[in-house]
C-alpha cells in the first residue's frame, strides 16, 4: 500500500494505481479531495480521504509500505518544526518495517545542506535510517529527493 501524503487532485494517486495493490490519497484541502476523487473515480484501488494535517489518524500502525509526500513537507516546515517532527514520528509508525518514506520537494529556504543535516537528524530520532539525501533524481523536476527507509 502507498501512501500519497498531501495528494492534491490525485495525480501521483491516478498514474501508480496500475502498479501498486492499493493508494490511499490524503489532503487536507476539501476541494484538492473533490478532484482527486473525480480524476480516480474508475480506480477501484485508491481512496483519497480529506485529513486534518496534523497527523496520521485513521491509518493503522504498521499497514503502509510506502509514503510518497511531493511537495508537502513545505507547508509542515511553514507550520513549525514540531509539525514536521510529528509526520516523521507517524510516517515511522505507519510503515512496515523496512518501509520507505519519499520526500519529494524544493529547499525553499534555499540552504541544500541545512536541509540534509536536518533531515538526517529528524530520521534518525525517529527510528528511520537516510538512504538517499537531497539528491536530484528527476531530469524534468528540479526539487530535492530524500529517501528513508523504516529500521525493522
Excluded at 495525480?11 to 492499493?22: E, L, N, W
Amino acid at each position: 500500500t502507498v501512501l500519497d501524503l498531501g495528494c492534491g487532485i490525485g495525480r501521483f494517486a491516478a498514474a501508480i494505481a496500475g502498479r501498486v495493490r492499493r493508494v490511499v490519497g490524503l489532503d487536507i484541502s476539501a476541494r484538492m479531495v473533490a478532484e482527486a476523487q473525480r480524476r480516480c473515480a474508475g480506480l477501484a484501488n485508491v481512496e483519497i480521504r480529506r485529513t486534518s494535517g496534523r497527523d496520521l489518524a485513521g491509518i493503522g500502525t504498521a499497514t503502509i509500505d510506502t509514503i510518497l509526500a511531493a511537495d508537502s513537507f513545505p507547508y509542515l516546515v511553514l507550520a513549525g518544526p514540531a509539525l514536521v517532527r510529528r509526520h516523521v514520528e507517524e510516517a515511522a509508525r505507519v510503515l512496515k518495517p523496512d518501509g520507505h518514506l519519499l520526500i519529494l520537494n524544493h529547499s525553499y529556504r534555499g540552504d541544500e545542506e541545512a536541509d540534509r543535516r536536518e533531515l538526517q537528524a529528524l530520521a534518525a530520532d525517529c527510528g528511520f535510517r537516510l538512504r538517499q539525501a537531497a539528491t536530484r533524481p528527476f531530469a524534468l523536476w528540479d526539487g530535492l529527493a530524500f529517501h528513508l527507509v523504516r529500521n525493522g
